[in-house]
């Protein structure tokens, strides 16, 4: 059994500076204790993307999710509005909900056939008071709908906060919102044929670290390095939030003949520039003047990682029609070849974490630091 | 009505329920033939359904 007090001086060296730091040690990398601690004190008990609203586009479309053993719906109610609840009926505990669908009306328990409206107010509790009798002074509908689970949307990522004791998401995503308010502001249209999910034998945090920083471009993505080259790239550091990198020479050459279009009203600065962010602890974004990427990772055990890849552009036109179908198809296929390109690296990675004498590793000072600021805030949320 | 059950044909089933409860039937069958047209109107999202549904239930004491 994983004791915290074994890993307590990693956690502490983790949380040093750069110079002296180790990374995070191997136990959170190689055992379901681990594991287990990480999804106490760091999914569970703060802000996590669980789902995409393109997930639940219409009115009535409900999502169940499995977030790390909580079972959650997503859903999207009558007025447009995305909700999470708990995925039990508030009667026996059974699953509402065991796939993907659209709810005309309400939400019916498959065992007793409760019933629950979309806001989540017990709607029907049929033969509760015997036969026929669909009533029981016992059981108040006000008292007895769905529970909620505290939930936001931003970028269209869904993030609940299950321990519902969490800093007001307002003020969470706040820096975030803050470096990016050119885009927070404009409508994002999920691109058709644009979604695909990698299944990856790593441990959540090694997929992380390494989308946080360009040291390994030059290495393992050659393409890309061919025209965004190492020195063309930036640390982005928010201690406690979020960290990546930028580039200063985005100007992708998809095709000879067309191009998407930009969200309105850029500043310069976006013209070639783009920026791809952790978001601590589980989203990894990309954003550029004509489209932004997100990876929700499914953490599913210590050692195997579920990506979920996702694309949005600036109109419907470019996300939808089929005159920009083959330039979405080449976006995406880029991107993936991007990511399948990181996939021998992490799982290496993993493998390195079974040595029994690696301490965690040393960080370069100049080239680390957006991982350190990650490996820094998984140590604090555990250290405290 | 059995054929029906797993069909996802809610309408269609709250309708027969509905149609069942008309039949000379002891006050305890026909609100449990109510009772299930209600919760299929409910599931199919019939408002003006479930609304009669409702009145008639509270009528015979299911609601």
């Known amino acids: 059994m994983l004791d915290i007090r074994d890993i307590a001086q990693g956690l502490r060296s983790a949380m040093g500076p750069i110079e002296e730091a180790n990374g995070l040690p191997s136990p959170l990398y190689t055992s379901a204790e681990g594991f287990e601690l990480e999804r106490k004190q760091l999914f569970h008990a703060g802000w996590t993307c669980i789902a995409y609203g393109k997930d639940v586009p219409h009115p009535g479309d409900a999502k169940p999710v499995s977030f790390l053993g909580a079972p959650l719906l997503v859903l999207r109610d009558r007025d447009g509005a995305v909700r999470v609840y708990e995925n039990v009926c508030r009667h026996r505990g059974m699953i509402l909900v065991d796939a993907p669908r659209n709810f005309g009306g309400v939400i019916r328990c498959p065992y007793h056939s409760w019933c629950y409206s979309l806001d989540g107010k017990l709607r029907a509790t049929p033969h509760v008071g015997g036969p026929g009798i669909n009533r029981h002074d016992s059981i108040n509908p006000d008292e007895t709908g769905l529970t909620p689970v505290r939930a936001a949307i931003w970028m269209d990522c869904i993030f609940v906060d299950v321990s519902g004791t969490a800093p007001a998401f307002d003020d969470w995503i706040a820096p975030l919102a803050a470096r990016w308010a050119d885009f927070t502001d404009k409508p994002l249209y999920p691109g058709a044929g644009s979604s695909f999910t990698l299944d990856v034998h790593c441990n959540w945090k090694l997929a992380i670290e390494n989308y946080c920083e360009s040291y390994h471009l030059p290495w393992v993505h050659p393409g890309l390095n061919s025209y965004s080259k190492l020195e063309d790239h930036y640390h982005i550091e928010a201690p406690g939030a979020f960290s990546g990198q930028g580039t200063v020479v985005y100007n992708p050459k998809l095709s000879d003949t067309q191009s998407f279009p930009n969200f309105a009203d850029l500043p310069a600065k976006w013209d ?90 040393r960080f370069s000072a100049v080239m680390d630091s957006p991982t350190h600021v990650f490996h820094a805030w998984v140590a604090q949320r555990l250290h405290g | 009505m059995r054929a029906l059950h797993d069909s996802g044909q809610h309408g269609e089933l709250s309708h027969l329920h509905e149609e069942a409860a008309t039949r000379p039937l002891p006050l305890e069958a026909r609100r449990f033939h109510l009772t299930h047209a209600w919760v299929y109107a409910l599931v199919e999202g019939d408002a003006p359904h479930v609304a009669r549904l409702e009145d008639q239930l509270r009528v015979l004491g299911g609601l």
Do not use: C
């Open chain 1, 272 to 361: 070639t520039g783009a920026e791809y962010v952790s978001l601590f602890p589980n989203l990894m974004l990309g954003i550029h003047r004509d489209h932004m990427f997100a990876i929700r990772l499914d953490p599913i055990s210590h050692e195997r990682t579920i990506e979920n890849v996702d694309i949005w552009y600036a109109s419907e036109e470019a996300a939808t029609s089929d005159a920009y179908a083959e330039l979405r198809a080449t976006n995406a296929a880029m991107w993936k070849d991007i990511f399948i390109e990181d996939i021998s690296v992490v799982e290496g990675m993993q493998k390195g974490r079974h040595a029994t004498n690696f301490d965690g590793g």
